[in-house]
């Protein structure tokens, strides 16, 4: 005869203190109990409760608390980092449920000059599909950004388990407006030289990577003015203040009217255009929509 234990079990899932769990990840994730606590929408003293609820149950610090800051002890940092995975995991498993909004993140420059103008197109072909834009051009977090796809250079990382989508090697070169061309006696890359020349904060060696390309390194081209985006060093060199050095893709339509000019063409930077698609939403029918109707435009 089999004994049976009919003492009374204990699920201890039901014992995980996940609102504790939430706030000490925060804490670290952020550096901040301050920070934290505007996250999760709750007072800074709740956080500490909580964080102290957990290590009383652990019988371990978690925390250093320093004069303006926290810093996970060797304990913490384990517990953070694998709590970190999991509340992804969870924030995924329910996007895969009920999926936000269609959002496409890329760069002012990109939104500007090459999606805004196109964007159209898309709608009268797809008119129930809403999108939303995010503005951005740094790295992505897919599930606590709610991006559905990216589009990115390669100067940055994506995410690790991003789908890349190849959409074109970028070719860069000098532009200008054909009367400012004329009046400044640009007739070669040597007579650049008696040209103001324009550069960008977002991308500060792209002069000397193209005269490295062109081989002509030893001109040693400095910029006579710096703007913070391409979009407004295209718009410098509409109008005639000298010669911005910009992707092919982003001045096309100023090129076929004649605002602007390319005296020297383009050459390929070494640099591509990627779209980075949220591995939870890749078969979802619109991202494929979408991404399909990005790749088919930037051919």
């Known amino acids: 005869m089999t004994d049976i234990d009919e003492s009374p079990t204990t699920d201890t899932r039901q014992r995980l203190p996940l609102n504790a769990f939430r706030a000490f990840e925060a804490c670290v994730r952020l550096g901040s109990m301050t ?3 505007a996250e999760l929408c709750v007072t800074h003293g709740a956080i500490s409760r909580h964080v102290h609820a957990l290590e009383d149950q652990f019988a371990l610090p978690l925390l250093q608390r320093l004069p303006r800051s926290v810093a996970p002890t060797p304990e913490g940092a384990a517990l953070a980092s694998q709590l970190t995975e ?12 009920a999926p936000g909004p269609l959002t496409l993140s890329c760069s002012a420059t990109i939104m500007m000059k090459w999606l805004i103008p196109r964007l159209s197109d898309f709608k009268l072909e797809n008119p129930n599909f809403e999108i939303r834009l995010n503005l951005s051009h740094g790295e992505v977090n897919f599930v606590q950004d709610k991006i559905s796809l990216a589009i990115r250079t390669s100067f940055n990382r994506p995410p690790q388990d991003a789908v890349i989508e190849p959409l074109l090697r970028e070719q860069i070169g000098p532009v200008c407006h054909p009367d400012y061309l004329a009046r400044a006696g640009v007739s070669s890359v040597a007579s650049l030289s008696k040209a103001r020349i324009l550069a960008t904060a977002t991308r500060p060696n792209a002069w000397s990577e193209w005269m490295q390309l062109m081989s002509c390194s030893e001109m040693g081209l400095k910029a006579h003015e710096r703007y913070e985006h391409f979009y407004l060093v295209i718009e410098a060199a509409a109008a005639q203040l000298g010669v911005a050095l910009t992707p092919r893709y982003l001045v096309e339509k100023e090129i076929d009217s004649g605002q602007l000019v390319a005296p020297f063409g383009f050459i390929e930077s070494g640099h591509t255009l990627n779209l980075w698609i949220a591995p939870h939403e890749r078969l979802r029918n619109e991202v494929r929509r979408l991404a399909a109707w990005i790749k088919e435009r930037m051919e």
């Open 86 to 97: 999991a509340f992804a995991l969870l924030q995924k498993a329910a996007a895969r449920l």
């Open 35 to 37: 920070a934290a606590a």
